[in-house]
């Protein structure tokens, strides 16, 4: 009780705020001001890498799912994959591997970064699936 008694004489004897009680209070301002902008910049680019990601991602399997249903095919693919880059503005490299000419199961793997000029193996998204070509 006695605390708060000193607190209103304290307030009550106060004529106004000083200069310096006013620059104070603006650096304390400022910095905690300056502490969220970093973080809602920080935010923002992992929502946008995370949008980029997505994207890449939707392209990949869209380009699987055409190579399992058999509108893309080895002799095909470069067109395709060049179609996707120009379309989604994206980097993007297809492998298609197997072994038996005759159909067997073959490895697809699908790498699809972003942005142009990435590594889509180092810097994207990565899918892979196995699927039964007939005539590879």
């Known amino acids: 009780?006695?605390?708060?008694?000193?607190?209103?004489?304290?307030?009550?004897?106060?004529?106004?705020?000083?200069?310096?009680?006013?620059l104070v209070s603006m650096a304390v301002l400022s910095i905690a001001v300056l502490s969220l902008t970093g973080m809602f910049s920080f935010s923002a680019a992992r929502v946008w890498d995370a949008y980029g990601n997505t994207a890449a991602l939707t392209v990949a399997r869209d380009i699987m799912d055409r190579i399992k249903s058999g509108d893309i095919n080895p002799s095909n693919l470069e067109d395709v994959v060049s179609d996707y880059e120009n379309l989604h503005n994206m980097s993007i490299r297809v492998d298609i591997t197997g072994e038996d000419e005759h159909g067997s199961l073959w490895k697809v793997k699908i790498y699809v970064a972003c942005r142009p000029g990435m590594d889509p193996e180092r810097d994207g998204v990565f899918l892979a699936s196995y699927y039964f070509l007939k005539n590879p």
């Open 1 to 22: 009780m006695r605390l708060w008694g000193v607190l209103i004489d304290f307030v009550r004897n106060r004529k106004g705020i000083t200069l310096i009680e006013i």
